[in-house]
Nanobody
Framework: VQLQASGGGLVQAGGSLRLSCAAS????????MGWYRQAPGKQREPVVV??????DYADSVKGRFAFSTDVAKNTVYLKMNRLKPEDTAVYYC?????????WGQGTQVTVSS
């Protein structure tokens, strides 16, 4: 399984970005998919976990971020609105299948104040 993340960049506070994560196989294959992030000096934390057809968002991003899927493209997305400087981190897509956990390579999101 390979996960290819893209879409990060530099944006001003209040702006938007959309991250993409393309999987090497059908996203229907996975038990769980999601996005995590890791800020400098901090542990990796979940941003959104998609399980049983329902996304579970971290409190810090509720109402601002939205998870979506495109089954035909084997791709999941993270639309990030009203970005804040504290959203600055490397974002990783994650998938779980048959007891195995897979990670994308990470994409940097930097929000300037």
């Amino acid at each position: 399984v390979q996960l290819q993340a893209s879409g990060g960049g530099l944006v001003q506070a209040g702006g938007s970005l959309r991250l993409s994560c393309a999987a090497s196989e059908s996203i229907y294959s996975f038990n769980v998919m999601g996005w995590y992030r890791q800020a400098p000096g901090k542990q990796r934390e979940p941003v959104v976990v998609f399980r049983s057809g329902s996304p579970d968002y971290a409190d810090s991003v509720k109402g601002r971020f939205a998870f979506s899927t495109d089954v035909a493209k084997n791709t999941v997305y993270l639309k990030m609105n009203r970005l804040k400087p504290e959203d600055t981190a490397v974002y990783y897509c994650n998938a779980q299948l048959g007891g195995q956990t897979y990670w994308g390579q990470g994409t940097q999101v930097t929000v300037s104040s």
